[in-house]
């Protein structure tokens, strides 16, 4: 039986192999890719992850082969991600507690989240792709985070990407606060991968300089005494799988973290790369 694939995106710009990699996996394997943005905007590659001939700046060399380069742009072209599901209208907004008539604004805004359990049915995965576009509008998207934990109450994997990874360490029930990734083995986006300066994305000429927050710092914290961060600095690829979270740390995890979705899907794997 052929398996559906959310895959979210940001509307400031994602990393084009880090797309690419998850879609060739599913695609490979006949599985139906269904995209999402935060409000159905159509998601746009960022330049330099077009471009074989960007020198990313912490590695010193080129992270795009040709190849890759061809592929990730004839997808980004294509009608494929022409009309992307919206995350503002699907999922409800939590109410500000200022609000006048809080009580009966929070009790409608339950209602309504009380239909995404019944939704996420209908997928068997989902995807969180990377680049520097996740911080903007994804990391603290609470559409997304309500989205996040409809797939962990369904015991269904979840793969985020690079910064995309944010998302699971800052989505947390209301009730306890706690992190979903706690006490799990994570890998994401290390410090000495950061970028100092030339942190940007599309709609926009703002160069923040470096990324807002390490994420690396954050994902420590996140997972807790019994869980870890693996930056695996200097390691080629660090994908890791710790049911139901499948984590890459960067571009050339892509391809790795879609075959590892594969994995988990079809040959039952619950633990890789720790």
């Not at 890719?33 to 590695?59: C, E, H, M, N």
């Not at 082969?65 to 907004?93: G, H």
């Not at 600095?233 to 590892?260: H, N, W």
Request: hydrophobic share 35%; aromatic share 10%; with cysteine.
């Amino acid at each position: 039986m052929s398996k559906n694939i959310l895959i979210i995106l940001s509307e400031h710009g994602y990393w084009g192999e880090e797309l690419l990699g998850p879609v060739v996996a599913c695609d490979e394997r006949g599985y139906r890719t269904v995209f999402a943005t935060p409000t159905g905007k159509r998601p746009q590659a960022l330049p330099p992850s077009l471009d074989p001939g960007y020198i990313d700046p912490p590695l010193g060399r080129s992270v795009t082969t040709p190849e890759v380069a061809v592929a990730a742009t004839e997808l980004d072209r294509s009608s494929r991600l022409d009309n992307p599901l919206s995350l503002a209208e699907w999922i409800p907004d939590r109410p500000y507690f200022s609000e006048p008539d809080h009580l009966r604004k929070i009790e409608a805004y339950y209602r309504e989240l009380g239909t995404l359990d019944k939704d996420v049915e209908q997928y068997d995965a989902l995807v969180i792709v990377g680049g520097s576009g996740p911080i903007v509008d994804l990391a603290n998207n609470g559409r997304l985070h309500e989205l996040i934990l409809a797939f962990v109450r369904a015991d269904k994997p979840i793969v985020a990407e690079c910064y995309g990874v944010a998302c699971l360490a800052f989505a947390r029930d209301w009730e306890d606060r706690e992190s979903i990734i706690l006490g799990k083995h994570v890998t994401g986006h290390c410090k000495e991968y950061d970028y100092k300066d030339g942190t940007g994305f599309v709609t926009t000429d703002f160069n923040m300089g470096p990324p807002p927050y390490p994420l690396e710092y954050i994902l420590q914290d996140a997972t807790g005494p019994e869980g870890r961060y693996h930056g695996n600095v200097g390691r080629e690829t660090s994908v890791l799988v710790d049911y139901p979270f499948i984590t890459a740390r960067s571009t050339p995890d892509s391809f790795l973290a879609g075959q590892k979705m594969v994995e988990v899907l079809e040959s039952g794997l619950r633990k890789y790369g720790w």
